[in-house]
Structures are given as structure tokens and as C-alpha cells.
């Protein structure tokens, strides 16, 4: 028989290097049950890996999942809001343009009027809604010349609605107004809502003739 070789027996000190899937099971069991035999900690190991997988990174979240609940309430009403605001504006704006006031007949008392004195323009209404108003008043005699007459305010809360009523302006007369044809001029800017009053008014124009005469 040849010779026999030296068996390469390990001491009981010796150490025993574990393999790497070993490793891993034993050192994750390790930090959980470092009394415990490591028979356990593989199958400990075995069962985390199984049923709670690998550590991952922490899971990242949006900014809209952040956010706390009744402030994404309000990102949700807002806009339901604002459509409404606006839908209110444009029916104020656009629905509610008809005239406010309907002039049925119109003249100047007296119908001649010397240069320098004062006449009346008299009108025949009906209101069918109760508007304010600024009017714009201007005269021009037979030569073209333009002479501008102070603004007149209108506040048409005590005027009736739906019934025929009556009312007159004053205004004076130049002195050095042309004799002969001439006209009085009002364009009356309305409004019935703050939205009409801010953004777009009701406009309506008028034209009243008259003669001027030299009082001879």
C-alpha cells in the first residue's frame, strides 16, 4: 500500500468561512437573534427574503400626495368657483343689454330759442328697468360750431317701470350761437350692474332739433 496521505482535518477553533447566500441569511438573522443558533437564523433569513423581499429605497411621494386633504378640496373647488363668477359676468354683460329706456317722442320748449336764454328739451319714457346714467350733452348751431353743455346725472330709482312717464332738461343757448337750424345732442352712458358700470356700459345717443333766432 502506498503511503496514505495526511488527512486536512479542522481543528474545532478552526473558523468556517460561510458561503455567500449563507451569509447573507446568517448575517440579517444575526442582528435580529444574536443568541440564537444559526440553524434559526437561516431560516429566518430564508422566510424575510421570501415574504418581505429585498430592501428597497424608501418609496418617493408626489407633491400633490403631500399635500393635505382640504387643501386638495379647495384645488377642486376653485375652479368650479371661478367658472361660476365668470359665468354670472358674462350673463350680466351680454343677456342684459337691451335698452333700460325707450324715448317715444322728444322736443324743445320753446322750439324757437334766442341766442343767450335757456330752453327745455322734453322727453316721453318708458322704463323698463331702473338704471343710472351719465348724460352727455352738446349743441351745434347752423355753422357746425359745437357748444358743449354741462353733464347731467341720472338716477332713474323713482321713475315708474312699465308706464309712460315725462321729464325735461334745461340748457342754455350761446349767445354767439349762428341763427337758424340747430340741434341738441345727448348720449346717455347706462349702466344696470356694477359689471356694466366697470366694464361695458350701455350707450344710446339722442338728437333734438331747434331753431336759434336774434329775438327780433
Request: some cysteine.
Amino acid at each position: 500500500m502506498g503511503p496514505r496521505c495526511k488527512s486536512a482535518k479542522r481543528t474545532i477553533d478552526t473558523p468556517r468561512a460561510p458561503t455567500d447566500s449563507e451569509g447573507d441569511q446568517m448575517v440579517r438573522a444575526t442582528s435580529i437573534f444574536p443568541s440564537v443558533s444559526p440553524r434559526l437564523g437561516n431560516v429566518v433569513g430564508w422566510l424575510a427574503n421570501r415574504y418581505a423581499g429585498p430592501l428597497r429605497p424608501r418609496a418617493s411621494f408626489s407633491a400633490w400626495q403631500m399635500m393635505p386633504p382640504w387643501r386638495r378640496l379647495a384645488c377642486h373647488i376653485a375652479p368650479v368657483i371661478v367658472s361660476v363668477v365668470l359665468g354670472l359676468v358674462v350673463v350680466q354683460l351680454f343677456a342684459n343689454r337691451f335698452a333700460p329706456r325707450n324715448v317715444l317722442a322728444s322736443e324743445v320748449i320753446p322750439p324757437n330759442v334766442v341766442a343767450g336764454s335757456t330752453a327745455y328739451v322734453k322727453y316721453t319714457a318708458v322704463d323698463d328697468r331702473q338704471c343710472d346714467a351719465v348724460i352727455y350733452r352738446w349743441i351745434t348751431d347752423s355753422t357746425g360750431t359745437i357748444y358743449d353743455l354741462p353733464d347731467a346725472h341720472a338716477l332713474y330709482h323713482d321713475t315708474p317701470t312699465g308706464q309712460k312717464f315725462q321729464f325735461a332738461r334745461a340748457f342754455s343757448v350761446p349767445g354767439t350761437a349762428a341763427v337758424g337750424q340747430a340741434f341738441y345732442h345727448s348720449r346717455a352712458v347706462r349702466w344696470c350692474n356694477v359689471f356694466q358700470e366697470f366694464i361695458w356700459p350701455l350707450t344710446y345717443s339722442y338728437t333734438v332739433p331747434f331753431k336759434i333766432t336774434d329775438g327780433k
